[in-house]
């Protein structure tokens, strides 16, 4: 997904922390009115609950949008635990 993330400048390193914890890779940061805009591409299965998450970050000050960018492989590691997940639930049934 593409996000673009607008938050006052002092909460700059916190998202992009949270934004590099999300396997989010960042794109780059212009200013918009008076508030630090953040373009980054992080996968949508990070951002599911990012609403709740960006409040508690910024004291609600901050916001987001996110569009679908593209389709892209899933680190090994990742998928090793989707197919996990997915074996675990087809032997419960």
Do not use: W
Not at 1 to 19: A, T
Not at 37 to 57: G, M, N, W
Not at 81 to 93: M, N, Q, R, S, T
């Amino acid at each position: 997904m593409e996000m673009k993330v607008m938050v006052p400048d002092h909460f700059m390193g916190d998202i992009n922390g949270d934004l590099n914890h999300k396997r989010g890779h960042i794109m780059g940061v212009d200013v918009e009115d008076g508030m630090q805009v953040i373009t980054a591409e992080v996968p949508q299965s990070e951002v599911f609950r990012y609403c709740s998450e960006l409040r508690s970050i910024t004291g609600g000050r901050g916001s987001f949008a996110i569009k679908f960018l593209r389709y892209d492989s899933v680190p090994a590691a990742i998928a090793q635990k989707i197919i996990a997940g997915a074996e675990k639930a087809k032997e419960e049934e």
